[in-house]
């Protein structure tokens, strides 16, 4: 989905700060692309500055071959190269409040393997509610072309596992502490008044096309 390699650049938002207002504040918006994000990337730019091998790789290269570099830069590879791939993920997903509803194959999709949104969106929740800890949940692609939810911990993503992102909620504290607290299920419900579902529905083109 990204083609980007070394030196990573934080970009800015395909939309206003305040664009997924009253669902998700501005303050935490700044807060999460211009720092947290930003963070990921100067130490990702850090860790290849050394390793002129690594610099012509994009993120999802990078993630799927951590286990072939150098065992030194393993954990920061994986930790920071996933911290990017999975916010701009994150953020490239959502868009001003709409009241859509999953459009095209994507509405098929989900009616053939969930039954209806409603059911879907209650599994979503959940799994994301499941995330002990730093996480997110997806929406993801199989091998065989079956739609899956799952989750995974702290920056990891699901390319590691063979399976292709259509979808992700960041449930990191720092995605929702400043409005929600300490209330992830509410975050939980606004985040998705504000999910791009046109984009989801293109990740899923793309997907089924590899
Ligand atoms: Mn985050």
Wanted: glycine residues 4%; charged residues 20%; hydrophobic residues 35%.
């Amino acid at each position: 989905m990204f083609s980007e390699h070394y030196k990573f650049e934080n970009k800015p938002l395909p939309y206003a700060y305040n664009a997924l207002e009253p669902y998700i504040d501005e303050k935490t918006m700044r807060l999460h692309h211009d720092k947290h994000l930003q963070t990921y990337i100067d130490n990702l730019n850090n860790v290849l500055k050394d390793h002129p091998e690594l610099q012509n790789m994009t993120l999802e290269q990078l993630i799927v071959n951590v286990p072939r570099i150098p065992e030194s830069i393993q954990v920061p590879i994986r930790n920071n190269a996933g911290g990017v791939y999975n916010h701009q993920f994150y953020f490239a997903n959502l868009i001003n409040p709409s009241n859509k509803e999953p459009i095209g194959q994507l509405a098929t999709y989900i009616k053939k393997t969930f039954g209806d949104f409603e059911i879907f969106k209650q599994q979503f929740k959940k799994a994301a509610l499941s995330v002990f800890g730093s996480g997110y949940a997806w929406l993801v692609i199989d091998r065989n072309g079956l739609l899956k939810i799952t989750a995974t911990p702290n920056q990891d993503t699901p390319l590691t596992q063979n399976l292709c992102p259509i979808l992700n909620i960041d449930v990191w504290e720092h995605a929702y502490y400043l409005k929600h607290f300490n209330v992830r299920a509410d975050y939980i419900d606004d985040w998705f008044q504000v999910v791009n579902w046109e984009n989801v529905n293109d990740n899923l083109t793309e997907c089924l096309q590899l």
